[in-house]
């Protein structure tokens, strides 16, 4: 008789509210009960792995649902969203670059290394880029590889619109039950934010984050600026209206999953969840969100930015301002090349200190920090990057609107 009530009571709940429950029972278990964590770490680790496992195939379905649906005339708004994902990323790097000039941050380097391989220039990333487009659907799929996904949907989404009725009729049947599954394990949320907290916490700690403490202030101050000024200012010039509402909305529904999950991939299902519910054009987030996912990397732009200036300040090398204006634009075009996975910008960090001369040695240093503060600054990172997929995708679809009116 009191499951019942308790039941009622937690779906009448908002999903909001159930994920900040679940962070602060995670900090509380990890307080009072360390010993106990490792046995609800489980939740946390099987709620990213779900979100991962059904993220590429909702993303394949529902693009080539979305395209083979498509009637002939129908207005989609691609273009403006893929514009507004270019200039946030850009203006990021910007706001990076500065901050890191107002306040110059250096790195204790001692040797440390990874034993992962960064890539060596841009033409390896945009090389790397290519050949995602042309991977193989089925190794696209397994590897959660966005592009390739989305260009064999958008292929496959051109073709079944020539086919048959029943045909597009089935695909569109995929695609809703595999979005009634990613709902099922999105109510899950709270369950997985109080099990990642809680191992955070304990694994980690926050001892080791207090020697980064000014880095950590200026990575992000930068990405709070961002959220909180830099994207509201193109939003409005977008949509001609207070975007605060819609700013705030998005960092509460979206960034909050993301900043524990810290993965901008796991996230897509959650983005494409919230468009639903705004009502945005499906032709349009079907394919903006797994594509921002991707490319749109505004947090790693300014993650690349700072810890490269850190190591050019530590090093007391001379940054001119055609300099600064290169490792601008060098971080925003790197940044969209960075893995929509844990940590995937601090790999680009070698490719931008190669702009001074670092020896790839001291910069795989600089990774190695950027690991040791990765529990805020990847967290931090990804939430501004996800997002910012659906403010800049609402904002697109909203001007459209308001245009048409």
Known sequence: MIQRPLLQLFTRTSLVVQIFI?????????????????????????????????????????????????????????????????????????????????????LPLAEAATGANPPGGIGEVLKTLLFNITSNPISALLEANYIGILAWAIGLGLAIRQGSDSTRAAFSDLA????????????????????????TLVDTGLQALLGYAQLLLVLIGCMLFVALVVNPVIVWWKIRRNPYPLVFLCLRESGVTAFFTRSSAANVPVNLQICERLGLHEDTYSISIPL??????????????????????????SVDLPTALLLCVVSAVSACGASGVAGGSLLLIPLACSLFGIPNEVAMQVVAIGFVIGILQDAAETAVNSSTDVLFTAAACLAAERKQA
Do not use: D
Request: with cysteine; aromatic share 6%; charged share 5%.
């Open 22 to 106: 679940g962070l602060v029972a995670g900090i509380l278990l990890a307080l009072l009960l360390p010993q106990a964590v490792p046995h609800v770490g489980l939740l946390g680790e099987l709620f990213i792995a779900a979100l991962k496992a059904v993220a590429p195939v909702l993303v394949f379905l529902l693009v080539i649902s979305a395209i083979a649906s498509h009637q002939q005339g129908q207005p989609t708004h691609i273009r403006p969203v893929l514009v507004l994902y270019l200039v946030g990323t850009l203006c990021a790097a910007i706001v990076a670059v500065i901050a890191s000039s107002l306040w110059p941050t250096t």
């Open 176 to 199: 809703r039950g595999v979005t009634l599954i990613v709902k099922v394990v999105i109510h899950f949320a709270p369950f997985g934010v109080f099990g990642l907290v809680a191992t």
């Open 292 to 317: 921002g996912a991707t490319i749109n990397m505004a947090g790693a732009a300014v993650t690349i930015s700072v810890l490269t200036l850190a190591a050019v300040h530590t090093l007391g090398i």
